[in-house]
């Protein structure tokens, strides 16, 4: 008792040092892009790390947590892009469908987060609608009824002229200009920071709570998570649309960072992306999505002038993973789990001696 209550004073410990670190890194990235000496390309590189953060996070609830195998996790955030697109267009700026902006534009300082959020729960429900039926089958076939998904929102919006089609939806830029005029700070920035963090925490908070626990009984034992009253279908829809729902959020941010979206930035090849950052950081493990996602971004970086040799490079390096370290570089294990097992470690060792 005294070890497990030791155990857990260091685990807070711990915490409340990384929330400390967490808001003061926040504080010191926002005045130093303010003040320009980080410079537009590495705010980018910040903005896309967040954003694959919140992605590979949010799919590794499925594939990592509850041990489904969801492969078009890209189509739910397109679902988040686009709402939260033609919200932001229709509330802060000039637009094509209802000319004048319905707010003034300023109002997108402290409006902005809840279209992110319009985005996220409309890409929740996306996903409720595809867990219904998906649900009721397994392994491969799960795989292949999210991959359907990813295509029929594609070609749904494909074939949606009112947002650009094919061609695309822009203007989402004039949204963070008009939150520039209010204060000259790096607002892309700075609300890409907030939401990582705060759907970082969410995931923590869930996969720690009963519910959590419940998810992650199905990847153990569907059949005896259910003996132990467990109710497995609930927590398989729970899970799918509050994954769905984070990716949302990614999609909204994503398509405020770039000012321009088209289906084609929600291909297979995103979804592959997600499954590469998920299985490299470790299945279960959020700190190894975290880990992922940087790493992943870099690599992107690095392999930016191959063009296309890199969509040979990314799925290749996929199998690579599944064939040499399927367990990714964590597996199911956190950054603090290691720290504190090496802090106790050594006091045991002085304790022996």
């Known amino acids: ?56 996070a949010s799919l590794n609830i499925v594939n990592g947590y509850m041990g489904e195998f969801s492969c078009g996790h890209a ?119 907030l939401f990582t963090i705060f759907c970082v925490i969410l995931i923590k908070r869930l996969m720690g709570s009963v519910m959590g626990k419940g998810i992650s009984a199905i990847r153990y034992d569907e059949i005896s998570a259910e003996i132990m009253s467990v109710n497995t279908n609930r927590m398989k829809l729970l899970a799918f649309m509050f994954s769905s729902g984070l990716a949302g959020i990614a999609g909204g941010l994503f398509a405020h960072e770039l000012g321009f979206i088209n289906p084609a930035s929600f291909n297979i090849m995103k979804s592959t992306e997600g499954l590469v950052m998920v299985y490299l950081g470790g299945m279960g493990s959020l700190s190894g999505s975290v880990l992922s996602a940087v790493l992943f971004t870099f690599l992107l970086e690095l392999l930016r002038p191959a063009q296309i040799l890199k969509w040979v490079l990314i799925p290749l390096l996929l199998i690579l993973l599944m064939q040499f370290r399927p367990e990714g570089i964590l597996g199911n294990r956190e950054l603090s789990d290691l720290r504190l097992r090496s802090r106790f470690a050594k006091k045991s060792g002085k304790g022996g001696a």
């Open 1 to 56: 008792m005294a070890l497990q209550g030791a155990h857990e004073g260091a685990r807070k410990k711990t915490n409340l040092l990384l929330t400390g670190i967490m808001a003061g890194s926040l504080a010191v990235v926002v005045v130093l892009a303010a003040l320009g000496v980080i410079n537009q390309y590495i705010q980018t590189i910040l903005m896309t790390i967040g954003i694959n953060i919140i992605f590979s």
């Open 75 to 193: 189509g739910f955030m397109a679902v988040g892009a686009y709402v939260s697109s033609v919200l932001s267009l229709i509330l802060f700026t000039e637009n094509k469908f209802f000319g004048s902006p319905l707010l003034p534009p300023a109002s997108a300082v402290v409006l902005f987060p809840l279209v992110i959020l319009t985005g996220g729960i409309v890409a929740a429900l996306a996903g409720l609608i595809v867990a219904i039926p998906s649900f009721k089958t397994r392994d491969d076939y799960l795989a292949i009824i999210t991959i359907a998904a990813n295509y029929i929102v594609m070609t749904a919006i494909n074939n949606m002229e009112i947002i650009g089609g094919p061609r695309g939806l822009m203007g989402m830029k004039a949204t963070i200009f008009a939150m520039g005029d209010v204060a000259p700070l790096p607002w892309t920035l700075l609300w890409v920071i």
